[in-house]
């Protein structure tokens, strides 16, 4: 069952505008940098209630417009599925998501990555993105393929996300192929 506060009404006139700042907001409350370990591709998500699609829209709008990209790579960006937004309907009592991702090792590494660099993270989500941003070079020079890399690569993505948060229970956590 849906919460009252999914429910609202705009004003005819109201403009949703996102900024760095904002998105950075967005990403340090909502979003997940993590490894595919059984895939070994890095994703970058945010995720919101379904009702909050016209502000996701902005924001995939919002990287898409600064996250540097030139006439060309903007042409084959909008022709791809490589930064999307998809819903994912709801399972139980939880509300459909939209969820905004990117899995393209090329633009995490060549424009989301070095935009972010120059944001303050000022939560843990800051270590998650450093973390993330080793990954992701790794993964994009093709590091990952060296034996002696994985199990680094594999104990490093077991310090991100929830596993670096202090609730964590689950600290003798054994480095597998498993998501």
């Known amino acids: 069952m849906n919460k009252i506060r999914d429910y609202f009404n705009l004003p005819a006139d109201h403009k949703i505008v996102i900024s760095g700042p904002l998105l950075l907001g967005f990403i340090e409350g909502e979003g997940s940098f993590c490894l595919l370990r059984s895939k070994f591709d890095t994703l970058f998500q945010v995720v919101q209630s379904e009702t909050q699609l016209p502000v996701m829209q902005k924001i995939k709008e919002f990287l898409e417009n600064n996250l540097?990209?030139?006439?060309?790579?903007?042409?084959?960006?909008?022709?791809?599925?490589?930064?999307?937004?998809?819903?994912?309907?709801?399972?139980?009592?939880?509300?459909?998501?939209?969820?905004?991702?990117?899995?393209n090792t090329n633009i995490l590494v060549n424009y989301l990555i070095p935009y972010l660099e120059n944001m303050p993270f000022i939560t843990k989500k800051g270590k998650d993105f450093y973390d993330f941003k080793i990954l992701s070079t790794a993964i994009y020079n093709g590091i990952h393929r060296r034996e002696e890399i994985i199990s680094l690569i594999l104990e490093l993505s077991y310090s991100m996300n929830k596993y670096r948060l202090t609730t964590n229970t689950d600290l003798n956590k054994t480095i597998g192929l498993s998501d």
Do not use: E, H, Q, W
């Open 68 to 103: 540097g990209f030139d006439k060309y790579s903007m042409f084959k960006l909008k022709s791809s599925s490589a930064i999307i937004l998809r819903i994912d309907k709801s399972s139980k009592n939880c509300t459909p998501l939209v969820v905004l991702a990117i899995k």
